[in-house]
């Protein structure tokens, strides 16, 4: 069953709300010191593992709608960064991390609701 448009419409708009809710998290929290990008790969693959169960039509690509935001704010932070004269590449390595993490949750729980679908239609006996 393949996703309408209204759902890749919505996983849209949690991607672009995950980054805010990641670092609401933290600071309400105060944990910014305990490493926060493995907190924002847990929230994105959390996100992205319950799409890919619910359609697993969409695959890996779940992961991608789901971090998207985290591209756009690590994006203008590593910009940031170039006009300051600094050259930092590890807030768009990072965004790489968050991606692969969710991209590799929704694609485990595709496979997952696949190989359920799967075994429940295998004849018995």
Do not use: N
Request: some cysteine.
């Amino acid at each position: 069953m393949r996703p309408s448009v209204a759902v890749r419409a919505a996983a849209l708009g949690i991607g672009a709300l995950a980054p805010l809710v990641v670092l609401g998290a933290l600071a309400q929290l105060d944990l910014f010191d305990a490493h926060p990008l493995a907190f924002a790969c847990g929230v994105c693959g959390a996100l992205a593992l319950g799409l890919g169960l619910r359609w697993p039509g969409g695959s890996w690509r779940w992961g991608a709608y789901v971090s998207w935001g985290f591209w756009a704010f690590l994006g203008l932070t590593a910009v940031g960064y170039a006009r300051a004269g600094r050259l930092e590449w590890h807030p768009v390595a990072e965004a790489g991390a968050i991606t692969l993490a969710a991209c590799l949750a929704s694609g485990l729980g595709s496979l997952g609701v696949g190989r359920r679908g799967a075994a429940r239609r295998r004849p018995v006996g």
